[in-house]
């Protein structure tokens, strides 16, 4: 992987003139942002000369919480407003993007439609040459190592900066949509130029802070190069949308198992949804000062904690949203914590890994957790608490006999 200064020009797989553009984001937390973001884009290539417009993907976009979602726009500087709209606006999804933009960086990791089981790259659609915009902290390393392995070159770009969960009822507008328009007039000036864009902004929002962030988010953007050589091979299966005449008369839709046993997995669970990609941060559980109150398996709204013979929970990653009630319900102190899913690479079952080897399992936890302890508020949009722990638990050997 090598870092570079400069911009780095996209390169199209065909000789259409059009670019492509692609922003996914978190159902309902994100969706105000995406639309602003898409909308501002295709208004200051309007303002440059360029037929450009904007769409979603309506063939499987339930906007639930965290669910991936994705929002489109196309642009072209040579083809009229007729014959951009031929060629893309009806397509129920992209095909390939220029640029990918990522807007809660824990997405790395993939992305389960809600109607198709399967979890898809967040780099699939990303063309030779193209780019996948990322807003993050972590250094490039960090992200490529969750990224499907692809067969061309292609360009990383990370924005400095948190997932903004800016809500679908509650705005909180914390400059996110204006730095995504710096990143990208940065990364591609084809679809906007940096002028361009701050006079758009200057003009809409009539706020010296967002012209401020939007430049501030194109000089702080950093670019790197992905090799062929970089990522993974991907481990999961890929959704694929039946064609129109591979669809079966009638309709079927398969019941979850009804099934029970003790211990991990043990619960009958819907096979073909599995939703553990809508979580950006994860429970981690102390076993060993569990009080064994059944609270966190009681008011999980889906039921993602599995009995085990011990009276201890464990958590089916596969299934986890995210949601932090668990860690909102424990009464017991650090016993739940959310932690950053990037700091995970598996679903391993927690519990199993905590009976293996106890005090290893709670070592590592801790250094995972850190000191950071971040809930997010009750209303969508209203930002999260921030606190902060001076040490960690002691570790108490008599809980996990």
């Not at 303002?47 to 976009?61: E, L």
């Not at 992305?111 to 898809?120: A, C, D, K, Q, S």
């Not at 929002?205 to 050589?229: G, I, P, Q």
């Amino acid at each position: 992987m090598t870092t570079v200064e400069a911009p780095l020009k996209n390169v199209d797989v065909d000789e259409e003139p059009i670019k492509r553009f692609e922003v996914n984001y978190r159902g309902i937390f994100q969706k105000t942002l995406a639309y602003r973001i898409t909308k501002d884009l295709v208004y200051i290539a309007h303002s440059d000369g360029k037929t450009a417009f904007s769409n979603g993907r309506y063939s499987d976009d339930p906007q639930r919480n965290g669910v991936p979602c994705a929002n489109f726009a196309f642009f072209s500087d040579g083809l009229s407003e007729e014959e951009l709209e031929a060629i893309a606006s009806a397509k129920m999804d992209i095909d390939r993007a220029d640029i990918v933009a990522v807007l809660d960086d824990t997405m790395v990791k993939g992305l389960e439609p809600w109607g198709h089981y399967g979890i898809r790259p967040i780099n699939e659609k990303v063309v030779p040459g193209g780019t996948l915009l990322v807003i993050s902290r972590r250094p490039p390393e960090d992200l490529v190592q969750f990224l499907e392995k692809k067969p061309f070159t292609y360009n990383l770009a990370i924005l400095p900066g948190e997932a903004s969960f800016a809500g679908l009822w509650y705005y909180r507008d914390d400059n996110t949509d204006v730095r995504v328009l710096g990143a990208v007039a940065r990364i591609s000036p084809e679809i906007i130029s940096l002028d361009k864009a701050i006079a758009y902004v200057r003009k809409t929002y009539k706020n010296d802070e967002k012209v401020k962030a939007l430049e501030d988010a194109y000089n702080s953007t950093k670019l790197s190069v992905v090799s062929a050589n970089d990522g993974i091979v991907w481990p999961h299966r890929k959704p694929v949308l039946p064609a129109w005449n591979e669809f079966d008369e009638g309709i079927v839709v398969k019941a979850a198992p009804r099934e029970f046993k003790m211990g991990p997995r043990g619960l009958g669970r819907n096979l073909d949804y599995k939703r553990g990609t809508s979580k950006t941060q994860r429970p981690v559980v102390r076993f060993d000062i569990c009080t064994k109150c059944t609270l966190c398996w009681y008011e999980c709204p889906d039921e993602c904690f599995d009995p085990t013979p011990d009276g201890l929970y464990d958590v089916n990653y596969e299934y986890c949203t995210g949601c932090g009630r668990c860690a909102e319900v424990c009464p017991v102190n650090e016993c739940i914590v959310m932690v950053d899913e990037l700091n995970f690479k598996n679903d391993d079952s927690p519990w199993e890994s905590f009976k293996k080897d106890p005090q290893s399992y709670t070592k590592m936890i801790e250094e995972k957790k850190g000191k950071g302890r971040m809930m997010p508020s009750h209303v969508t949009g209203k930002g999260e608490s921030m606190s902060e722990v001076s040490k960690p638990v002691p570790f108490k050997v008599e809980r996990g006999n």
